[in-house]
């Protein structure tokens, strides 16, 4: 049996074998901390990089990173923005390689299933198959449909609900959707103020969270998933 004290000074028997100090003891007093700093004067120590204040070209916002990095935007979309594609500005009549894509596109998408290439080519859907055809569709209609819910998006929105809350909304996000990050000169339109539970009622600002057309579209499906992932992000946001 290990009968060595403990070097701390406690009095106690060190348990495990071949060590000098009781478990949690290593620096415990101020001698020992004292020796093991001195132990240390002399070798060589890793030192820490130093950090830089940098400011984005796009959008302004400060990015605090080391001086060694070669960033310099603060985001992917900014990033997307200060180096735009080598297609930009270009056309057809200007540029060589655009054209030959045009015209090879035309030939393999739009002549693949353009007149003779067609399998239906020369026939015609007989009076039973569109009687088929228009009652498959009236299948998914009202209560069919696998996303019903009661006939709520009839339901109108609150008076409450008006431009000015949307604004707010609007501003708060930064103007931009919260999930691709488009803008809303990019969406052509104003961006949409969606309601994370789907609930018309509830206008807590918490609830309410600004999305492109596009991305308030994908939204309605998967809708648990999308609450859960909407609430995390204003939540850390």
């Given at each position: 049996m290990n009968k060595v004290l403990c070097k701390c000074g406690c009095g106690q028997k060190v348990k495990l074998l071949g060590s000098r100090f009781c478990q949690g003891h290593y620096n415990k007093t101020a001698e020992v901390k004292k020796k093991h700093s001195e132990s240390l004067k002399g070798r060589s120590v890793k030192l820490r990089v130093p950090r830089e204040i940098r400011i984005c070209p796009i959008c302004g916002k400060e990015i605090e990173c080391r001086i060694i990095e070669t960033r310099k935007f603060c985001s992917k979309s900014c990033g997307a923005k200060g180096k735009p594609g080598w297609m930009l500005g270009l056309t057809k009549e200007t540029d060589t390689r655009i054209k030959a894509s045009v015209?090879?596109?035309?030939?393999?998408?739009?002549?693949?299933?353009?007149?003779?290439?067609?399998?239906?080519?020369?026939?015609?859907?007989?009076?039973?198959?569109?009687?088929?055809?228009?009652?498959?569709?009236?299948?998914?209609?009202?209560?069919?449909?696998?996303?019903?819910r009661g006939?709520?998006?009839?339901?109108?929105y609150p008076s409450s609900f008006d431009e000015k809350l949307r604004s707010l909304i609007r501003e708060r996000d930064g103007d931009?959707?919260?999930?691709?990050?488009?803008?809303?000169?990019?969406?052509r339109r104003k961006l949409t103020v969606h309601h994370i539970d789907y609930i018309?009622?509830?206008?807590?600002?918490?609830?309410?969270?600004?999305?492109c057309c596009s991305c308030n579209g994908k939204a309605n499906a998967n809708r648990k998933n999308w609450t859960r992932f909407f609430q995390l992000k204003l939540k850390i946001g």
């Open positions: 015209e090879k596109r035309k030939i393999t998408v739009k002549g693949m299933f353009k007149g003779k290439n067609n399998s239906f080519y020369g026939r015609h859907h007989s009076g039973e198959s569109k009687k088929k055809m228009g009652a498959s569709v009236l299948n998914y209609n009202g209560s069919n449909n696998p996303n019903w006939g709520l998006s009839n339901s109108p931009i959707c919260q999930l691709c990050s488009m803008t809303e000169e990019e969406n018309k009622e509830n206008l807590d600002p918490k609830n309410l969270i600004t999305l």
